[in-house]
């Protein structure tokens, strides 16, 4: 992969990448700005794509179309949906589907995308196995677990909510890009992977947790992604 397109939805998740690359060109589409340069010897193009599936799913667009990246890695923090995934650990996606696509009407199962031959989209082994690899090196002390990321437009602060997630879906964490970034890059015949710290437990103190310890989890995805990025 000569270039790859790192996106955070928020500023908190990708404030600290813009530090660590040297910027040679800042682009400004759909209200996003693209900033393109080196990360640990790596030509990158890191944004900040704003929250949500609609912002994660143009920005990757762009990403491909306008700058040529031939893989997408998506950082970020998440809900946890199992007991054993802790605050502060990390989720690799194995792959992603919407938890919000819904056309249980036409007697589709929850999730199922009409008319598309897939709604669960893969991620890339090699990226996953690196990432596995790294986080050993770079976070010694921060379980990383694979599995499937679910994806849809809220945030999961819900008890019941959350037991669907999991009954229905098997997830390991929710958030709210993943599965659309996935789903860009499916379509383009491009690699991802999804990065994702545990901030809070996607249940009824969610809400709560996410404040406390939103900074600490994302701090574990720089490092994964940064050090990652010295071994792509
Ligand atoms: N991002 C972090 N925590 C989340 C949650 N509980 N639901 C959706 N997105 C999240």
Redesign the pocket.
């Known amino acids: 992969m000569k270039k790859i397109g790192i996106i955070g939805a928020m500023d908190e998740e990708v404030s600290r990448l813009k530090e660590n690359m040297q910027v040679e060109k800042i682009e400004k589409k759909a209200g996003m700005e693209f900033f393109a340069g080196i990360l640990s010897g790596k030509n990158v193009v890191v944004v900040r794509s704003g929250i949500g599936k609609v912002n994660a799913g143009i920005c990757t667009q762009i990403l491909v179309d306008d700058f040529q990246v031939e893989g997408v890695i998506n950082t970020?923090?998440?809900?946890s949906l199992k007991n054993e995934i802790n605050i502060g650990d990390i989720v690799l996606s194995k792959d992603c589907l919407q938890h919000d696509m819904d056309a249980t009407g036409f007697g589709y199962k929850p999730g199922v995308i009409p008319r598309m031959e897939q709604s669960t989209f893969i991620a890339d082994e090699t990226l996953v196995d690196l990432a596995r690899k790294v986080n050993k090196e770079v976070n010694p002390d921060i379980a990383a677990y694979v599995g499937r990321v679910v994806s849809?437009d809220?945030?999961?602060?819900d008890n019941k909510k959350k037991e669907f997630l999991v009954s229905e879906f098997q997830g390991y964490c929710?958030?709210?890009e993943g599965a659309a970034i996935a789903q860009v890059c499916y379509l383009n015949e491009i690699p991802f992977l999804i990065i994702r710290a545990i901030?809070?437990k996607?249940d009824n103190s969610?809400t709560m947790d996410?404040s406390e310890f939103e900074a600490k989890a994302i701090e574990h995805t720089v490092h994964l992604v940064t050090g990652m990025m010295k071994q792509l």
């Open positions: 970020g923090i998440a809900g849809g809220q945030f999961v602060s929710t958030e709210m901030s809070d996607a969610a996410y």
